[in-house]
């Protein structure tokens, strides 16, 4: 199963990814994460990602795509898996048309007025990836999952999360149409419920289709 997960930033994409990857198996793919990592790591890939990424603006298509296409060619992947975060523009749907055959994109429909404080009080495990929100955490700065240490991303501050979301409605939302086109995407709404409701929607959804 190799399956899309679509929303914009906040909407919980991260939190609902590991689940699904937990629950069925699937690699978990996310560009984000393969950039933060090359940032950390200051190879020419995080140099060249950095200058973007820090302004809550997209990595060049280009570049993007191919690492997409030579992470999706590794033996892992072969039976299937999960894209968080890629595609983000029309242009990256028409490149990855071109070399994987996508069976499902979950969409993920969030309030935008929920996002802002959502993505800004947002606490990251540098281990695991786990995010926490700042008014759940009550002073704690470790992981309750793996005990790693909890940080705030660089671009979760106001003025960048602004412009990831301007990003994400100028660039990302027109995907949703053309999954719709395409006939493969299923939809979901975040809420203020704790994230395992949502993931249970998800779950059934997708044993329902794997049936
Ligand atoms: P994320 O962790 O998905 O919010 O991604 C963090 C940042 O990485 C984004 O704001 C972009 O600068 C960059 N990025 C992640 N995925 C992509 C993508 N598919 N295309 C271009 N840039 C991306």
């Not at 990592?37 to 603006?57: F, R, V």
Request: proline share 4%.
């Amino acid at each position: 199963m190799n399956v899309i997960l679509l929303g914009a930033p906040g909407a919980g994409k991260g939190t609902q990814a590991s689940q699904i990857s937990d629950r069925f198996g699937l690699p978990h793919i996310s560009t984000g994460d393969i950039f933060r990592e090359n940032i950390k790591n200051a190879t020419p890939i995080g140099l060249l990602a950095k200058s973007y990424t820090d302004k809550g603006q997209l990595v060049p298509d280009e570049v993007t795509c191919q690492i997409v296409e030579d992470r999706l060619s590794r033996a892992d992947c072969k039976n299937g898996y999960l894209l968080d975060g890629f595609p983000r523009t029309i242009a990256q749907a028409e490149a990855l048309d071109k070399f994987a055959k996508i069976d499902y994109v979950i969409n993920i429909n969030v309030d935008f007025g929920l996002l802002m404080d959502r993505l800004c009080g947002r606490r990251v495990c540098k281990d695991c990836g786990e995010s926490y929100h700042i008014s759940r955490l009550n002073g704690e700065t470790k992981c309750s999952r793996c005990g790693g240490e909890l940080y705030q991303r660089k671009d979760d501050n106001p003025e960048t999360v602004q412009s990831r979301l301007d990003v994400y409605k100028a660039q990302t939302a027109p995907l949703i149409d053309y999954y719709t086109k395409k006939g493969i995407i299923l939809n979901f709404t975040s809420t203020d419920a704790p994230p395992s409701v949502l993931f249970a929607e998800i779950e059934a959804k997708l044993i329902e289709l794997s049936k």
